[in-house]
């Protein structure tokens, strides 16, 4: 445990709607909703504003629009989050080489390990500097909580929320602790809550006053042990900088059931080429494929086979996946289908085709993995992942089976970029507004297969702070390294004199981890 409060907590406020607000001037102050909007469609996040009526994350999304049917309801732009965890992630990186990132919202800062802060005065002026420097380059609000330990670092945050700061000092966090409820510490979620509710302990002071004995007996050596050090604020974790993934999975959900074997075999083949990008895109690759399966009824099967040695091979994957399926009765009908790799590492091993198809003799040569046939479009809006295969030509696009989805970036020829406000019966409806504009956007409605609308990149949510050559007319805007710079070097901070860190390449957080608010 720490005499000061070096260990910094940021944890973005309702992350994905508030970048959904700020892109969007007519729905700043308005309840959104942002996730999937099908009929088995959650809440991803929930501003504010929605909040009061009792939205909430991980909500079905009927029910969210039962109790506020005038929210606006979008689906996520994953390229947008991604692009402004970057530049937050970039700001965290010039704090210190020691940052921690556990989404795309939120991640832990080591202050001592960069020199920055190493009492409660510097840790204070660090926060609020980062707090100002984020909402300077992303327009956005972040909450911030510093303390001497990454579990009340956590509790400071949320207790900041939103827009805030909460500095614990060391030597009061069991006063602080006593009277909040068990929910509160790591490790204790509805069913172990539950089962402490039980057994007469609602407060952490309860927990201390019933003893680690009493709590190793209800829950076990490790975990009540761990619970225990917890309650009475002792917790000794370090901020890891590099945290290795264990697994790398996709998983759809479907709007109806899935009961033709034939449909349920190819979107196995199509989650698996999407698992094989994102492997590829993290610089991995695996031995043992996992196949998820979640039935009509709620039961959920999981099959696993693993080869030989690790392989980001397309073709391995998709074929293995197809195997372990093979063992899965889907009769009654499937709701979601899932394929994942585990067992990562940082090399491939080339001799695996042969038992991806079914240890052929050697002197018949295995097809390549593109004569399967075409490679299909990488998974949702916002994927990034580069295609895994070469796909062979494809028609043009015929615009009329375009979906344009609620809340995506689109550009018409004649009135410029805007945003997809709802579509259907052949129509879509659009308001045409940018991030910058002082009001809301005209509105206007055309048909789904208008040569003059087309999708469009999501534009960035603040205007370049100045430009390169003084800002003449022939001067180009500075990139989000440049902007961010300019943010830290324009002030007395602790950002400006810092080396740059290796999160400037990218930064760290840039991954496809979806964000709790």
Same mark, same amino acid.
């Given at each position: ?5 070096t260990?910094?907590? $940021? ?5 994905f ?13 308005? %309840? ?10 959650? +809440?991803?996040?929930a501003s ?6 009792g ?32 530049? +937050?992630?970039?700001l ?6 020691l940052?921690?990132p556990?989404?795309l ?14 009492d ?10 980062? /707090? /100002?420097?984020?909402?300077?380059v ?35 966090e069991?006063g $602080? ?11 204790v ?18 927990l201390?006053e019933?003893g680690?004995?009493?709590?190793v007996? $209800? ?25 290795d ?14 009961h ?28 043992t ?10 039961s959920?099967?999981?099959r696993?086979?693993?080869l /030989? ?13 197809? /195997? ?9 009908g499937?709701?979601l ?19 991806a ?17 075409p490679?299909?479009p ?12 070469e796909?062979?030509p ?11 989805l ?5 550009r ?18 659009v ?17 789904v ?6 999708p ?11 430009t ?6 022939g001067?180009?805007?500075?990139g ?14 602790p ?6 860190s ?5 930064? %760290?957080?840039?991954g ?6």
């Amino acid at each position: 445990m720490r005499a000061a409060p070096t260990i910094l907590h $940021l944890d973005m406020d309702a992350f994905f709607a508030a970048a959904e607000q700020a892109s969007k001037p007519s729905l700043r102050g308005k %309840p959104v909703v942002v996730g999937g909007l099908g009929p088995r469609g959650v +809440v991803s996040t929930a501003s504010y504003e929605a909040r009061r009526f009792g939205v909430r994350s991980a909500m079905p999304m009927a029910q969210a629009r039962r109790l506020c049917p005038n929210a606006a309801y979008l689906v996520p732009r994953f390229q947008l989050y991604r692009t402004i965890s970057e530049q +937050v992630m970039e700001l965290l990186g010039r704090l210190s080489p020691l940052v921690e990132p556990l989404s795309l919202d939120e991640a832990f800062v080591d202050l001592e390990a960069g020199g920055v802060a190493f009492d409660s005065a510097g840790a204070r002026a660090a926060g609020e500097r980062l /707090r /100002r420097d984020i909402r300077a380059v992303t327009g956005l609000s972040g909450s911030v909580g510093l303390a001497g330990s990454k579990m009340l670092a956590k509790i400071a945050s949320e207790e900041a929320k939103p827009d805030g700061l909460v500095l614990i000092e060391p030597g009061t966090e069991r006063g $602080l602790l006593a009277p909040m409820s068990v929910r509160i510490l790591p490790g204790v979620g509805p069913a172990t809550g539950e089962h402490l509710r039980r057994a007469g302990m609602t407060t952490v002071a309860d927990l201390v006053e019933a003893g680690e004995d009493e709590l190793v007996r $209800l829950l076990g050596k490790s975990h009540g042990a761990s619970l225990h050090r917890m309650a009475t604020g002792y917790d000794d974790r370090p901020v890891v900088a590099e945290r290795d993934a264990k697994s790398v999975s996709v998983e759809d959900t479907f709007d109806v059931d899935l009961h033709d074997r034939l449909r349920i075999t190819m979107e196995v083949g199509r989650l698996a080429d999407r698992c094989v990008q994102r492997l590829r895109a993290s610089g991995h690759s695996g031995r043992t494929i996992v196949l998820k399966v979640r039935r009509y009824d709620f039961s959920t099967l999981t099959r696993s086979e693993t080869l /030989r040695g690790p392989t980001d091979d397309p073709g391995v994957v998709r074929e293995a996946a197809a /195997r372990l399926l093979e063992a899965v009765d889907t009769t009654g009908g499937v709701r979601l289908l899932g394929v994942g790799v585990s067992g990562l590492a940082d090399f491939t091993q080339e001799d695996l085709f042969a038992q991806a198809a079914g240890e052929r003799p050697a002197e018949e040569p295995a097809e390549p993995a593109e004569s399967v046939g075409p490679t299909r479009p990488a998974g949702p809006v916002g994927d990034e992942a580069a295609p895994v295969a070469e796909a062979e030509p494809q028609p043009p696009e015929d615009p009329a089976q375009r979906r344009w989805l609620a809340g995506h970036d689109v550009r018409h020829a004649e009135y410029g970029p805007g945003w997809v406000q709802g579509s259907g019966v052949g129509r879509v409806t659009v308001r045409f507004e940018t991030p910058t504009a002082k009001g809301p956007g005209r509105v206007r409605t055309f048909r789904v297969d208008d040569p003059g609308l087309e999708p469009a990149e999501p534009l960035p949510l603040v205007e370049p702070a100045d430009t390169e050559g003084g800002g003449g007319a022939g001067a180009e805007p500075k990139g989000v390294a440049g902007a961010v710079a300019g943010v830290v070097e324009d002030q007395d901070s602790p950002l400006a004199s810092r080396p740059k860190s290796r999160s400037e390449g990218g930064g %760290p957080g840039s991954g496809a981890a979806m964000s709790r608010p």
